[in-house]
């Protein structure tokens, strides 16, 4: 008996962005507890590369055709027996990390990791929004308590968590800046409203982080971009008193080297005498590597991102403008491992 198949981009081994190929496959059952959404959207996060070439082998474990995709935007199709908050025809968006699959035509999602769409959102928009949203909504408020008044430094600021961060930031009431290349000054400028300074500068010098002593005068430092020497400047313009917050760590984020033993054992070496004595010194450090999708429906998140762009306060997401398909995902992944992409990348999988 043949069993009903959707098409997906699927990866039949690690390797380059090339190894994937659209294939027909079963379509997802669905359990009480989900729901199946019609992908519209998807997009591609670093992450993703990273477990496509098998450079996070050795901490995630995964089989064979692997289907990628943790972000997802579209519209339900069945609804488990147990789920309550959605009906077919519902429009959504969410994550699925870290169980991937959104790269196919059809996905099965948990109901807690799923939310309305906005309607004011495309469905580009919504795609891009759950990972970069939850995770800088995590590191401002969760971990990094940021409040009206602050003085606050993004590194990383025009990255796909950095832009949101700046923005949530400056809705929060904050002083902000930012750390970017050169190429990205002019659109954190225009766009966000915040001053940058280029990463290869020694901005961890400029008179606006420091007090008339000389010392740090920053109440917060949001790290996006990972990097030893990120954390040496930030930790060096943080008052005392003040935390160092990040979700990337030690390794450069976008990083393309493969994860060894032996990064393993100097990441642990790096972060934990950090930990161990956080409580000597004056000022916090914070790691935090996930994010809960869950945070998308929050009063504070749905509010901001039910606002409309007439609002000078509504989330603005930069999307690349480049168009991928599940066809050309491949090149998605590709340009995303430049580091070099103009926001986020989104994969069209259904018109």
Known sequence: MSHPTMTAAVAPTYGPPSVFELQQVPIPAVAPDQLLVRVRATCVNPADAKQRSGNLKLVMKHAFPLVLGQDFAGVVEQVGARCTRFKVGDEVFGSTAPRNSCSAELVAVYERETQPKPAHLSWNEA??????????????????????????????????????????????????????????????????????????????????????????????????????????????CLRKGGRYVSAVGPVLHGGSEPITYGTLASTASTLLPRFAFDAFRSTSYKLYLGFDVGDLGCDEVATWLAMTEESQQALKLRLDPSAFTLATLGDAHAKVETGHSDGKLVIVVSA
């Open 127 to 236: 795609a891009a929004a759950p990972t970069v949203v939850a995770t800088a909504y995590r590191g401002v408020v969760t971990h990094g308590r940021a409040a009206e008044g602050q003085r606050v430094l993004v590194l990383g600021a025009a990255g796909g968590v950095g832009h949101v961060m700046v923005q949530l930031l400056r809705r929060r009431g904050c002083q902000v800046w930012g750390t970017c290349s050169p190429r990205n000054k002019a659109v954190l400028l225009n766009e966000y409203g915040i001053e940058t300074f280029d990463y290869d500068s020694h901005w961890e010098t400029h008179a606006e982080f420091r007090d008339d002593r000389g010392r740090g005068s920053l109440d917060l430092v949001l790290d996006a971009a990972g990097g030893e020497e990120n954390y040496r400047k930030g930790v060096a």
